[in-house]
């Protein structure tokens, strides 16, 4: 069944936020997947069914701190493998598609059993869900799109190359952080959202390698993310993702794809609606068991 709605400003969402704190004062814990050449950190909070969370181009896990915390505490098994090039992950850099950055996701949930998992992806992030989700699909029972950029732009949309720019420099250290907030407002955070929370947790080889893996990985590749259900976790503001573009995924592949708007947010939308996005991916996995 199709569901297409927007979060208005619930009150379930503001308390799960208030209650977060507690959570993340709970252990989590760390180790190593380790598969040929290649040594993937993860981060692993609660018990209950897997949801992984991968991360923006060009930055880490630590981004999913208040996320993690609110999953996991409703109940579920959460996994946060950093990138290679982050944390104490590595691995080649060089002469990859999205193909790798999935093997990396298979390893870490066969390490836990094989799921299935549920993987949710932010941004980039969500290129290596849905490639994950073509290429071992008992592996994936759901896939959660957060912040994705429309498939093509429209016809006559003139601000690509200012967006591309913006994100390009927003990462950049060698700017101030002055000249970078204005990037960061500009491409990631709505109108009077706190862009500071995203001067740090950038990793410019990983944006490098991530970046090139994108480009020599064809869309059509993982565009469809297989067969699996997906959550479209929209920000109502989000440049990459215009609203006469919203409804593309369902028109696409039908009743498979779930959409939800979030206000107040753009691109960020993690940092911006932490509580709205819990609730959002919490209701989506517990309306499908």
Do not use: C
């Amino acid at each position: 069944m199709l569901v297409n709605f927007r979060i208005g400003l619930l009150l379930p969402a503001v308390l799960a936020l208030l209650a977060l704190p507690a959570v993340t004062a709970q252990a989590s814990e760390r180790y190593i997947v380790a598969y040929a050449d290649v040594r993937i950190e993860v981060v692993a909070e609660g018990a209950g069914p897997l949801v992984m969370l991968l991360p923006s181009r060009g930055r880490d896990s630590e981004d999913f701190d208040i996320l993690a915390a609110g999953i996991a505490r409703s109940g579920f098994r959460v996994l946060r493998p950093q990138p290679r090039g982050a944390g104490r992950s590595v691995g080649p850099m060089k002469g990859l598609s999205l193909h790798d950055f999935a093997r990396d996701v298979a390893a870490v949930i066969r390490h836990e059993g094989g799921g299935p998992a549920v993987i949710a992806g932010h941004a980039f992030g969500n290129w290596v869900a849905r490639m994950s989700a073509v290429d071992t699909p008992d592996l994936v029972r759901g896939v959660i799109i957060i912040a994705a950029a429309a498939k093509a732009y429209p016809n006559g949309f003139a601000g690509a190359r200012e967006l591309s720019d913006a994100v390009r420099k927003s990462g950049d250290p060698e700017l101030g952080d002055a000249e970078r907030l204005k990037y960061l407002r500009l491409a990631f955070f709505a109108p009077g959202n706190d862009a500071s929370a995203w001067l740090k947790g950038w990793h410019p080889e990983v944006d490098e390698s991530q970046f090139a893996a994108g480009r020599a990985t064809r869309q059509s590749e993982w565009w469809s993310g297989g067969r699996a259900p997906m959550l479209d976790l929209q920000a109502a503001q989000d440049p990459f993702k215009p609203r006469e573009m919203m409804n593309e995924m369902t028109v696409e592949f039908g009743d498979r794809v779930s959409i939800v708007v979030i206000p107040n947010a753009s691109h960020a939308l993690i940092p911006e609606q932490p509580a709205a996005v819990v609730d959002a991916i919490v209701n989506w996995i517990r309306q499908r068991n």
